[in-house]
């Protein structure tokens, strides 16, 4: 690799024609400081960069990558594909096989319509709402990310967290004023803002992840299904993360109760963009062409796409979600007995393979005890174990993602890797 293709040569022409550099914000490294590496290559739970520096990754390109970078099976999917043809727009015989596989794995799924993006997912998703409701108002969960869709981006986790802006510009005052916000797990104010304000949805990520890793306190999923039903509200669950990753059926597999409209996207098209948004026939049926609810795609349902979320949700058994609990665990014992040696204030929050450590001792159970972190001392955290060949996701406020590809020695690596960072740190 020459020296003028490197990091620095690339940022540094990166930054002349895209905005930071970058073609999404937490990419950055502003959270963090320092410049991004340019990645030129991936390999199980590896990415190397334009340096040619070899990093253990725990970004995962956000989620998608649950069988690792370039795992063979998915590889062979897009080229036997990408011989055939990238895009038709026409239907195409995957979807229909993905579409019968998702609805084989999430029972409340009957019908789906696929897109491009989770951002798709979860725009469509709400105009299904508010077409099936004839209700504007939403209600959704500080510190929880639903892509950046104009009426989802009040008090959004991810990025916005990360950068410390309240809200985004450019969302027009009457759109922001239709979303309603309560702190994620008090299903009080939840209840609250449902009966006094006529609601087309509620919208949640029933695990949190763009906070951190913060899971459901008992009862708060289980009480948002009664006050939707009750106040005629449709329950969007956002499993654009947890989908296929917490288990084949996503978050609400573990849970005794179901949304009307689920949201995907990430693992179900095993790192080619993809989303889709799924629910009841009779809710479906409104969706056009069938009915009067508008939403459209060039490249939705694309060929690559699900080729590559096909072979990825075949490699995803009952094995492979008891490896992803057993790393998970693993990584989680490590980490926390190196914590205690160095005697820094953390704690590490987790569901299976989604994990965070958050620079503060007290249990994170919304956005307001996630932001008492310590988020310098994430930064110093996140360049020592750079330095030491661990790529973590550039903000505090972000889950590490494992991968089937993250096997004993990796975890291992990791966490020999945490011992001397976090001891810097303390
Ligand atoms: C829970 C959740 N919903 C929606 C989105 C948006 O997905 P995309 O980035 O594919 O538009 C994200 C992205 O990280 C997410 O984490």
């Known amino acids: 690799m020459s020296v003028a293709a490197g990091n620095r040569t690339l940022y540094e022409r990166a930054s002349r024609r895209m905005p930071g550099g970058v073609s999404s914000p937490v ?98 998703a709400l105009r299904l709402a508010r077409g099936a409701t004839g209700r504007s108002a939403l209600l959704k969960f500080a510190g929880c990310y639903h892509g950046h869709v104009d009426a ?155 080729a590559a979320g096909l072979a990825t949700l075949a490699l995803l058994d009952r094995a492979a979600f008891e490896r992803l609990e057993r790393v998970g665990a693993l990584l989680q014992r490590g980490l926390e007995a190196a914590i205690a040696r160095a005697r820094v204030p953390a704690r590490v929050q987790r569901a299976g393979s989604l994990l965070t450590l958050f620079f503060t001792d007290r249990p994170v159970r919304n956005e307001d005890d996630a932001k008492t972190s310590d988020r310098l001392r994430f930064a110093a955290f996140h360049r020592a174990m750079f330095r030491r060949g661990v790529l973590l996701p550039p903000s505090q406020f972000e889950c590490w993602f494992l991968s089937l590809a993250h096997d004993d020695d990796a975890i291992e690596a990791i966490v020999g890797a945490a011992g001397p960072s976090l001891e810097e740190v303390a």
């Open 152 to 306: 989802l981006l009040a008090k959004a986790g991810s990025g916005v967290a990360t950068f410390g802006l309240p809200d985004s510009a450019g969302v027009p005052p009457e759109i922001a004023r239709a979303t309603i916000t309560v702190a994620f797990n008090d299903l009080e104010a939840a209840r609250r803002a449902a009966r006094e304000n006529a609601l087309a949805a509620i919208v949640v990520e029933p695990y949190a992840g763009n906070m951190g890793c913060v899971p459901p306190v008992d009862g708060f999923l289980e009480g948002l299904r009664r006050v939707a039903s009750e106040t005629g509200a449709l329950l969007i669950f956002d499993e654009v993360i947890t989908g296929f990753r917490l288990a084949r059926g996503g978050a609400q597999e573990l849970l005794a109760t179901a949304p009307d409209v689920t949201c995907l996207g990430k693992v179900i098209g095993g790192g080619v963009p993809i989303g889709a948004y799924g629910a009841s026939r009779a809710l479906m049926e409104r969706v056009a062409p069938v009915g009067p609810v508008y939403q459209a795609g060039t490249l939705s349902g694309n060929p690559l796409a699900t």
């Open 27 to 124: 990419r950055a490294f502003g959270a963090v400081g320092g410049e991004p590496p340019f990645i030129v290559a991936g390999e199980g739970c590896r990415v190397r960069d334009a340096d040619g520096n070899s990093y253990i990754d725990l970004v995962c390109s956000w989620g998608p990558l649950i069988a690792g970078h370039a795992h063979p099976a998915v590889v062979a999917a897009i080229a036997e594909q990408a011989a055939l043809g990238s895009s038709f727009g026409m239907p195409t015989p995957g979807e229909v096989d993905l579409a019968e596989t998702i609805a084989r794995a999430v029972p409340s799924i009957e019908m789906v319509r696929f897109v491009s993006s989770g951002t798709e997912a979860t725009m469509s």
